[in-house]
């Protein structure tokens, strides 16, 4: 099976934020402590990065406008690379608080989740950010919320809370309010913690599995039926990329970790094929 892990010239202290650009056939991600933007480009494996002035959870890319939408500390910015603009869109957050991942779904929204710098307390929350800017705490009480994925029908998401090792299930209504907050997946103690997640075209979950050095496949009725290893043990997100989408790649935390893969950027065969990535409408 393939493992290949992407050459250059750092490690993340605590890699997040995949997300899949068809538009520049490029993997972006962000590593949150290291406070930068990095950009694989598929075409030459090619790796860029970008200083930022704070910590930085996401990027999603923007529909009809140039660049990104970003978490930025607490913040919801716009954000271009070439050259390096920055300009806030909202600040729905608690004092001590940071952005952690997010998605987009098919509709344009953006989910995103928030926690304490520390993920100690229930301080986090999880927003919803609509095609006109205005922003809407959905759930709260979260330690480390993470990892939103949408469903190919786009009719349910998925959430976690690291810190409770649990992965919840909500029903999307049209106009994308949540439905009731359900029990998805409890992990067992030697699956690692839950964290960033991604959906295949079948409806399979992939999560990465912090701790525990791997991802993980769980069928839509919530059992595990596929493991994929990586040489380090702190994996946090996972992706499907390229132009059959048929590429994972995995990214991984060197904050705290002492072997020679941390931090690394990895491409995994998954052997299945993902959901498009979706872009913001606003």
Same mark, same amino acid.
Request: proline share 4%; with cysteine; glycine share 14%.
């Given at each position: 099976? !393939? ?6 010239? #750092? #490690?993340?202290?605590? *890699? ?62 716009? !954000?271009?690379?070439?050259? !390096? ?51 809407? #705490? ?7 919320? %993470? ?9 349910? !998401? ?15 209504? %049209? ?39 791997c991802v993980m496949r769980f069928t839509p009725e919530g059992r595990r039926d596929r493991s994929i290893t990586l040489p380090t043990s702190q994996v946090s997100n996972c992706i499907f990329a390229g132009e059959r989408l048929d590429m994972m790649f995995v990214t ?10 941390? *931090? ?19």
């Open positions: 099976m !393939l493992l290949r892990t992407i050459t250059r010239d #750092r #490690r993340d202290l605590l *890699g997040e934020g995949l997300m899949w650009s068809a538009r520049q056939n490029a993997v972006y991600w962000t590593d949150i402590l290291g406070q930068r933007v990095n950009r694989l480009l598929l075409d030459s494996d090619q790796v860029d990065s970008w200083k930022m002035p704070g910590t930085i959870g996401w990027v999603v890319e923007r529909e009809d406008a140039p660049g990104f939408v970003a978490g930025l500390d607490r913040r919801i910015v716009t !954000l271009t690379l070439d050259p !390096l603009t920055i300009g806030t869109l909202a600040d729905p957050d608690r004092a001590g608080n940071r952005m952690n991942d997010a998605k987009a779904d098919a509709a344009g929204r953006i989910w995103f989740g928030t926690m304490s710098m520390d993920g100690a307390q229930p301080t986090g929350a999880f927003y919803r950010l609509d095609a006109d800017g205005a922003v809407a #705490r959905v759930d709260d009480g979260y330690r480390i919320a %993470n990892g939103p994925a949408i469903s190919p029908d786009g009719r349910t !998401l998925f959430h976690t809370d690291s810190g409770l090792r649990t992965v919840y299930r909500f029903a999307i209504g %049209n106009d994308g309010s949540l439905g009731d907050r359900e029990i998805f997946i409890r992990f067992e103690d030697d699956w690692g913690d839950p964290d960033g997640m991604t959906l295949d075209a079948d409806g399979g979950l992939w999560i990465a599995c912090w701790g525990a050095g991984s935390a060197s904050d705290g970790v002492n072997d020679s893969q941390a *931090g690394a950027l990895f491409e995994v065969d998954p052997g299945c094929i993902g959901t498009p990535t979706r872009r913001y409408h606003g």
